[in-house]
């Protein structure tokens, strides 16, 4: 079983739809939880950072963490074609600075 | 802020052949700086963590002699393929730990063809 799980996709979601990427682990010494966005062939771009459980919202974009049940969540309202691109989910124990990744989820946003 | 480039964006090279790609930190200091490799379709694989004036740790199964790092400054590490070969293809995403922030931000990576 791998430590972060996260579903592949492809996910495809009309503009304007609320959008829901999610990620499972395993380590409870996980404790800081990232989102990035990366487009085909460019480096993964920070969207979130949080630590611990809660939420946190930054436009469009909200993070949530539920360290109890080990689940975290980025929602995109108001999708826009533009955020057509793979979103990783990162992790990283308290300790350390080395992140665990998910496999990334394809999100499609169609006209 | 927390800008990461890399250089080249994109090279080919011959087999047999050595290719320096280098990543700069351009408005913060990073003693740490971590290399990645990615496969289409597939996520992140960590290859080595580069630290400042000192050695860099490498994965397992990543041979240190043929990715040989070095991280001089605090803002410039390089990495070295040595000797690339066709099966060394691959994109390389380097990132820097911003201290500030704990957390890493990505340049925007090297796409490598061996011929």
């Known amino acids: 079983q791998k430590e972060v799980e996260q579903d592949p996709g492809p996910l495809s979601v009309p503009e304007g739809a609320i959008v829901s990427l999610n990620c499972t682990y395993s380590n409870s010494a996980f404790q800081y939880f990232m989102w990035y966005r990366q487009y085909s062939r460019k480096g993964p771009e920070l969207l979130m950072y949080?630590?611990?459980?809660g939420n946190k919202e930054d436009g469009r974009f909200t993070a949530q963490v539920d360290k109890s049940s080990k689940y975290i969540s980025l929602f995109i309202r108001d999708s826009q074609p533009s955020d057509s691109a793979t979103y990783l989910c990162a992790m990283r124990a308290g300790g350390g600075n080395k992140l665990t990744f998910g496999t990334g989820t394809q999100l499609k946003v169609e006209l | 802020g927390a800008v990461v480039s890399q250089h080249p964006s994109w090279v080919i090279c011959k087999s047999g052949t050595s290719v320096k790609i280098e990543c700069r930190s351009l408005d913060f200091q990073a003693t740490t700086m971590f290399w990645y490799r990615q496969f289409p379709k597939q996520s992140l694989m960590l290859m080595a963590t580069s630290n400042e004036g000192s050695k860099a740790t490498y994965e397992q199964g990543v041979e240190k002699d043929k990715f040989l790092i070095n991280h001089a400054s605090l803002t410039l590490s390089t990495l070295t393929v040595t000797s690339a070969h066709p099966e060394d293809s691959s994109f390389y995403i380097c990132?820097?730990?911003?201290?500030?922030?704990?957390?890493?931000?990505f340049g925007p990576g090297t796409r490598l063809l061996v011929l």
């Open positions: 949080t630590y611990s459980s």
């Open positions: 990132s820097a730990l911003s201290g500030a922030q704990e957390t890493q931000y």
